[in-house]
C-alpha cells in the first residue's frame, strides 16, 4: 500500500463547477497535511495546508480532512481554464518527512 | 521571495560517469529534499536533510548519495549513473517541522 493515494485522473470538469481531489493516507499518525499544484513543466508550488478536522477555505479552495477515515480532499469552486493542472496530495511524516501522492490531473473545459 | 536554484536544468550524462546536482535555498532552512518526478510515479523522495552533516534516506535511495556540508547547499550524486535514473530532478527547501517546501525548477538529466 503507497503511504499517499490520489486518482491519477484524469478528471475533466466544465468551467464554473466544482471540482473535487480526493487523497488517502496510510500512516495514522500524520498530523499535517498539505495540496500542491503542478502546471506541466513547472515546479509544484503549495496551495493549502490543514492541520485538524474539518474544512478549511481559501477563497475559491477548500481543504477538507477527516483523521478518521484517513482521508483528506480539495474542493475547487467555480473552476477556471487556469486551474488546469495536477494537483499533488502531501503528507508530513515523522522526522519532517514529507510524502507525495502521485497526483490527479484535473482539466477545466471551456 | 524565497529562492531554491538547482545548478543545471538540463544534462546529459553517459551510463557510469558520475553526475552531480547542486541545489542552493537563500532562506535559512533546516530542511532540504531531493526528489525524482516520473510520469505516473508522482514525486518520490530520495533523501532529505534537516541539518549540517545530516542526511535521512528517503523511499528510493538507491543509487543515490547526498552531501550537505552547508546549510544553503544541498548536492545529489549518481556515483555511477545508469539509465534508469533518467529523470527530472527537484530540490525543495522548508523549516523544520513545517510542510511547506518550496521547489527549484528542475533538473532534467537524461541517461544514455
Known amino acids: 500500500q503507497k503511504e499517499v493515494e490520489q486518482n491519477s485522473g484524469p478528471l475533466s470538469v466544465p468551467e464554473g463547477a466544482i471540482a473535487s481531489l480526493n487523497c488517502t493516507y496510510s500512516?495514522?499518525?500524520?498530523?499535517?497535511f498539505f495540496w500542491y499544484r503542478q502546471y506541466s513543466g513547472k515546479s509544484p508550488e503549495l496551495i493549502m495546508s490543514?492541520?485538524?478536522?474539518g474544512d478549511k477555505e481559501d477563497g475559491r479552495f477548500t481543504a477538507q480532512l477527516n483523521k478518521a477515515s484517513q482521508y483528506v480532499s480539495l474542493l475547487i469552486r467555480d473552476s477556471q481554464p487556469s486551474d488546469s493542472a495536477t494537483y499533488l496530495c502531501a503528507v508530513l511524516g515523522g522526522a519532517s518527512k514529507i510524502i507525495f501522492g502521485s497526483g490527479t490531473r484535473l482539466s477545466i473545459r471551456p | 521571495d524565497v529562492k531554491v536554484t538547482q545548478s543545471s536544468r538540463y544534462l546529459v550524462k553517459r551510463t557510469g560517469e558520475k553526475v552531480f546536482l547542486e541545489c542552493v535555498q537563500d532562506m535559512d532552512h533546516e530542511n532540504m529534499f531531493w526528489y525524482r518526478q516520473d510520469p505516473g510515479l508522482g514525486l518520490r523522495l530520495i533523501y532529505f536533510s534537516y541539518d549540517v552533516k545530516m542526511k535521512e534516506k528517503g523511499d528510493i535511495p538507491e543509487g543515490y548519495s547526498v552531501s550537505r556540508e552547508k546549510k544553503e547547499r544541498f548536492s545529489l550524486i549518481l556515483e555511477s549513473a545508469s539509465t534508469n535514473q533518467t529523470s527530472m530532478y527537484l530540490c525543495?527547501?522548508?523549516?523544520?517541522?513545517?510542510?511547506?517546501?518550496?521547489f527549484g525548477e528542475g533538473s532534467r538529466l537524461t541517461v544514455l
Open positions: 525543495a527547501s522548508g523549516s523544520l517541522g513545517v510542510g511547506e517546501l518550496f
Open positions: 490543514i492541520y485538524s478536522n
Open positions: 500512516d495514522r499518525g500524520s498530523q499535517s
